[in-house]
């Protein structure tokens, strides 16, 4: 059984241990110490990491009585170790975890809202919480908790066993039975967890929350604490800043700016649309005056600076007419293409632009007056050449 050096030392980032035995985790070296203050994945919180002697640990795991610490290489059982954890890795989990008690306490609190699970990822931790939170709850809940942090209070440890733990006020029913591991924030939160914690609120430095979104009929609230708060606060100010200056405005004015620019781009689109469908109208009569009255007439054409909207508006534009087939194509590499006919022919544009697919690749699909393609590979003189042929077959 490996004592939990960090159940009554949270602090302690080295320390002498005996290895008392080996083995391998999913194919990988593993050693189990009488003791270690390297901290086990469990209670939302991730694994510590770092040596033992001259080997890194890379993983640490629960396995009930033993901590496995799982290496990069092996060493004999009998040895006698040096441990040390990364402590800027455990040190911002201590930030997170230990916020996450006070950020909880406080929604508790203040609204009897409980949360009903903690995760903490890589960079941002969640909470979730039984009921909806509103913006101004949060906002009220952050500021209790923010004052929590900055009176700078106590985090004090102790056991208790099953039946004392019964008579006070813990924040949530324990899960587990037995002795159990309370953690007191002075005069604010009681709760049992088996987790790493500061010493004092003032070391989580601040608690943010940057996203809430509805989860399971009540909140989820994305936040971080101490030097992740900081970074989080570098990258708003740096997307921030570079908004600023591809709109020159202020950063409050950001939103309304957004907003006045994407109306702007929706006003422009309603004329180049329209513009675009006169111009097709224009197109398609320039290229029925250039096609010789035979019967049907056959319009095949490779066009420069249309997109896929703009071909499609020119060849109903042509298909309008009586007794045409047509096949435009872009021009590019890949190009798009559009088959199209009136109403009085009985050609299916559909099966034409499925053997123009099968030739030249590309993706498309539609209805046997009107089809269309785009990802058409190949020279664009034999596109032509072959839907020309299609046409008139
Ligand atoms: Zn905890």
Request: overall charge negative; aromatic content about 6%; some cysteine.
């Amino acid at each position: 059984m490996t004592d939990r050096i960090y159940y009554t030392e949270p602090s302690c980032r080295s320390f002498e241990a005996t290895v008392t035995r080996t083995g391998e985790h999913d194919g990988r070296p593993i050693l189990v110490l009488d003791r270690t203050a390297f901290y086990p994945t469990s209670g939302g919180q991730p694994f510590d990491t770092g040596t033992l002697g001259s080997v890194d640990v890379v993983e640490t795991i629960d396995e009930g009585d033993d901590i496995i610490h799982v290496v990069g290489a092996s060493m004999p059982a009998g040895a006698t170790v040096r441990g040390e954890i990364d402590w800027t890795r455990r040190f911002d989990h201590m930030q997170q975890h230990t916020g996450q008690h006070v950020l909880s306490a406080a929604f508790d609190r203040l609204f009897e809202n409980r949360t009903t699970s903690f995760h903490m990822g890589a960079d941002l931790s969640t909470i979730d919480l039984a009921r909806e939170a509103t913006a101004s709850d949060i906002e009220r809940a952050l500021e209790e908790a923010n004052r929590v942090v900055w009176e700078d209070r106590e985090v004090s440890v102790r056991f208790v066993s099953a039946d004392e733990a019964a008579r006070l006020p813990l924040r949530k029913e324990p899960v587990r039975e037995g002795t159990l591991r309370l953690v007191e924030i002075k005069d604010f939160d009681l709760s049992a967890c088996g987790g790493t914690h500061v010493h004092r609120t003032g070391a989580i430095g601040i608690i943010a929350v940057t996203n809430t979104e509805r989860f399971r009929g009540g909140s989820r609230l994305i936040f971080v604490c101490g030097a992740r708060a900081a970074r989080a606060f570098r990258h708003y100010r740096e997307a921030v800043a570079g908004a600023v200056r591809v709109l020159s405005v202020l950063p409050h004015e950001l939103p309304a700016a957004i907003e006045r620019a994407q109306l702007e781009s929706k006003d422009l689109r309603k004329t180049v649309n329209r513009l675009q469908g006169l111009l097709a109208g224009h197109e398609a009569a320039r290229m029925l005056a250039a096609t010789p009255g035979s019967e049907p007439r056959v319009v095949v054409e490779a066009l420069d600076g249309w997109d896929a909207a703009g071909l499609k508006a020119i060849a109903s534009a042509l298909a309008a007419q009586s007794r045409v087939v047509a096949a435009l194509v872009s021009v590019g590499d890949p190009t798009a293409v559009v088959v199209a006919r009136s109403q009085d022919v009985a050609i299916d544009a559909a099966k034409i632009l499925r053997t123009l697919l099968d030739r030249f690749g590309g993706r498309g699909g539609g209805r046997p007056d009107l089809a269309q393609g785009a990802g058409l590979r190949g020279r664009i003189e034999e596109i032509l050449e072959v839907a020309r042929q299609l046409l008139t077959a």
